[in-house]
């Protein structure tokens, strides 16, 4: 069928729905990182139509292409972008603009043609990717993703899609229900739209012959796309924060990027909303950030000069920077300025937040059990900490009265976890509490070389954990200002920047044999980011998993994979390599692997090596039959 007539306050508020209205209505905050809800569904769309976010309407791609049988989606055009989005399907784009509540809603679908047709030659064979994304001039934003296709079905043209309450062959998936229990479908939407305008725009663009800016169908002409306070995503629990906007620059340096990414652009066509907070935990944001060079965003050249080239230097090297320190999950877990259990948990009894009595920031731990009690720490990035030290120093007030046994007032104990090193609830010290006495003072653990030097290392998953023993009956205990000292260190460097594949949400490997015999990319365990790939196992000899390399790999290239094999997997040996030109392989062989922690393992291509080097894979060696997952992430070199 072809076509015809077409041509900074920057504290997050961690806010969790339920339902009714009440906690909505009290996000006051100006600069908010997001309001997380357990709704999905229909709740979700009435929580969030409730915050001032659009309801979309019912979706049919040839409806919405054609303009026809009532649809209230515009068609807006192909995006031509010499850059990340799908590179191997047509991206279209659609929108639906709202007045009651105020804004749009764009929907991106990702599509199969048939070779050499374009979508007004006709309709695609199916559309592999959908993903539709509501934000209103209210500021909040709420996120929607066809369900069936995560199976590999696709979305049919012809086929009608609603939103709301329903089966995933006809409904799409809303809220609380994408973070589903076997991982997010599809990604973390977070993870990559984020900034004062949730959608991620692209202006302009070069042409193939990199000689003409043109512009793009996801940048001018469509309404609403900036809201009129700064983006509250509405998310499932536990997704990331969209905290900004940046204090990397300067009001009045509007000569750089800040041309069109800052607050007093509002309201020109230009203006792209201001960034985020960005660091080496944003590394899907700052790969959109890096990818746009020259492409989408491209330089400023007045008088032969690059005035811009400086503002994207900046952004970068925050990207490769630890998170400031107010927004930094392990300073904030160090802090414990709270809240509590957002970053500890105690077993057994609760945790509470002191404002009244603390020796640093707004406020102090209190551990509301008396006898053995264990407080987990929230498990951190080595590389998303500010410093590290050879010992880990604790503030700990024990009270002044109420004392059962004023002869002994308890202990407190320091263990760490680092379950990619094989280290589980190392013990590093003990202290008693009796002497000096009853009030404030500062508990000190030196820890062991072993200990700081897997700390200096990239580690994901690492906790410390305090053990606090106190007389039967004793009152709480106060715990604050966590911190190192002694001989300071540099953190590591992180490995987001370097990562090729990151499992977020179009780049599975679709390739194995043997004992493998499936791959997904919504796992629940992660090395970076939210999704990782799911490497599915019946069998009890060997299997792999391999791609075809995305660029280029020079002789001497470090190739380095990370592997989670949970607990009681009978994997002997995982074999990383890579495959050159002439189908020779060089690998590694590693035994011994931790469990149910991230293992980095690495294959090199030698300097023999044919180019181009046609594979990188994975290969497991199993020592009795096993049925179940085994987790890949981070492929960097």
Not at 370 to 375: A, D, I, L, N, P
Not at 416 to 434: C, K
Not at 536 to 559: F, H, K
């Amino acid at each position: 069928m072809a076509r015809q007539g077409q041509s900074a306050n920057k504290r997050s508020v961690r806010l969790v729905l339920t339902g009714g209205m009440g906690l909505l209505v009290a996000l006051t905050t100006t600069y908010a990182g997001a309001t997380e809800t357990a709704a999905a569904g229909e709740q979700y769309l009435d929580d969030c139509e409730a915050a001032g976010v659009p309801r979309p309407p019912v979706w049919n791609y040839e409806d919405a292409f054609h303009g026809v049988n009532g649809t209230e989606w515009q068609y807006h055009g192909v995006v031509d972008i010499e850059t990340f989005i799908s590179p191997n399907q047509t991206t279209e784009v659609f929108y639906y603009e709202s007045t009651s509540p105020a804004g749009v809603c764009i929907a991106l679908p990702r599509s199969d043609f048939p070779a050499g047709q374009t979508p007004d030659e006709g309709p695609p064979d199916v559309i592999s990717l959908l993903g539709v994304i509501c934000q209103g001039i209210s500021g909040n934003a709420c996120f929607h993703d066809q369900g069936e296709q995560w199976n590999g079905v696709g979305v049919d043209p012809f086929d009608t899609y609603q939103f709301g309450d329903g089966p995933v062959t006809s409904h799409f998936v809303s809220g609380a229900a994408l973070d589903g229990p076997s991982g997010s479908l599809g990604g973390v939407c977070t993870d990559c739209h984020r900034g004062e305008n949730v959608f991620i725009i692209h202006p302009r663009t070069l042409d193939d012959a990199r000689e003409e800016i043109i512009d793009s169908a996801l940048g001018f002409g469509i309404p609403n796309l900036i809201p009129n306070s700064w983006v509250n995503p509405i998310t499932p629990v536990g997704w990331p924060q969209n905290e900004g906007p940046t204090d990397l620059f300067g009001p009045s340096d509007t000569d750089t990027c800040l041309k069109c990414h800052n607050e007093g652009a509002r309201g020109e066509e230009t203006f792209g909303g201001r960034f985020p907070t960005v660091s080496n935990l944003t590394a899907s944001y700052c790969g959109f950030i890096s990818e746009s060079l020259m492409k989408t965003m491209p330089l400023i050249i007045e008088e032969g000069e690059i005035i811009n080239m400086a503002s994207y230097s900046t952004l970068l090297e925050a990207c490769a920077a630890p998170p400031p320190d107010d927004v930094n999950p392990a300073d904030k877990m160090m802090s414990m300025d709270g809240p509590a259990e957002n970053y500890w948990s105690a077993t057994p009894g609760g945790l509470s937040d002191n404002t009244s009595n603390f020796t640093e920031g707004t406020g102090s731990m209190s551990v509301n059990a008396s006898g053995y009690v264990s407080v987990a720490g929230l498990p951190f990035d080595t590389f998303a900490l500010q410093e590290i030290g050879n010992k880990v120093a604790l503030d700990v007030f024990v009270p002044l009265t109420g004392q059962p046994n004023p002869y002994w007032l308890g202990a407190v104990q320091l263990l760490v976890t680092i379950p990619s090193a094989s280290i589980t609830n190392y013990f590093v010290g003990h202290v008693e509490l009796t002497p000096p006495g009853k009030g404030w003072r500062k508990v000190s653990f030196t820890l062991p070389p072993v200990i700081v030097g897997k700390l200096r290392e990239p580690q994901v998953g690492a906790r410390f954990t305090i053990t606090a023993n106190t007389p039967q009956g004793a009152p709480p205990l106060l715990l604050d200002n966590m911190h190192f000292e002694g001989t300071m260190y540099a953190p590591p460097a992180s490995p987001n920047q370097s990562i090729q594949y990151n499992f977020e949400r179009t780049s599975t490997w679709d390739q194995y044999e043997g004992a493998v015999v499936g791959t997904s990319h919504n796992g629940p365990n992660a090395y970076s980011g939210f999704n990782s790939l799911v490497v599915a196992v019946d069998g009890g000899t060997e299997g792999r998993v391999w791609t075809e390399t995305v660029s280029d790999l020079a002789p001497g290239t470090t190739v380095t994979y990370r592997v989670f094999i949970p607990s009681g997997a009978p994997v002997s040996a995982v074999q990383p390599y890579v495959a050159d030109n002439n189908w020779n392989w060089s690998q590694s062989f590693n035994t011994n692997l931790p469990r149910n922690g991230w293992a980095t393992v690495t294959a090199v291509v030698p300097s023999s090596a044919a180019a181009p080097v046609r594979e990188v894979g994975i290969k497991f060696y199993l020592s009795a039959p096993y049925e179940g997952d085994i987790y890949v992430d981070a492929i960097s070199w």
